[in-house]
């Protein structure tokens, strides 16, 4: 077993990976990425994740030449060589290799890169919960976009680790609340599932669409709207969702504890039922 990297056509150990210094994923952070995790060594929803990847290139007018046919082998593939029990992939294409000017290069190739690690085992945290702050978002516009432009994520994560939390949830000035620093954001307030709407205030996850079929499959009313930072500290249970640390639940918000109970192990154990087993 050992981790694994593609980078220009070429599979090499991870250690040995490069890339170019002008790449503008490095110098402008203009580039997208995916995190795809694997269930019991396949790929979990792979078409959905790179689907979603291939929105966000679009969206920042990358012209690429990659579609599901010439991305699945590598992915398989890297799993493959990477050989651990539960894989976790990252995929990377940035515009590409050019001269250091904000203006899009007449001519570039973008550049793929993409990485083969061991998932981290997520069952402590889901067992245990975490405790999170809440902080202004002073992200930008295109929170949809799954851009690798991620500093005020950074920040934030680094503020709740300053301030003896696990993780930081953006709340904009209004008081709606939007997703936390690499995850959604799940409340279950008088016995329904709520979480924000999908639009360019969040990153729709691929899980978070999966846990609304679950919960609506399990008997649980769900729905997608506004929520506000009362809300969150008013609601009966909370949790944050991700690809791979799946289902989280939120123990304390600012100082403030959250109550617990028995339908956010429900939803999860019928997204398991649904979509892994």
Known sequence: MSEIAFVNGQFLPLEQAVVPVEDRGYQ???AVYEVIRTYRGAPFA????LARLFR?????????QYNGDTLKPLVLEAIRRAGFPETMIYIQIS???????RGFPDHCEPLLVMTARALPDSR???EDGITVITVPDNRWGRCDIKSVGLLANVLAYQAAKQAGANDAIFIEPDGTLGEATAANVFIILRGQLLTPPEGTEILSGITRRKLLEAARAAGIPAAERRITKTDLLAADEAFLSSTTAEVVPILVVDEQKIGTGTLSSRIFQQFIKMFVS
């Open 56 to 64: 966000s290139l679009a969206a920042i007018q990358i012209n690429h």
């Open 28 to 30: 402008f952070a203009d």
């Open 46 to 49: 792979l078409d959905e994740h």
């Open 124 to 126: 402590h945290i889901r």
């Open 95 to 101: 515009r590409g290799v050019a001269k250091r000017h």
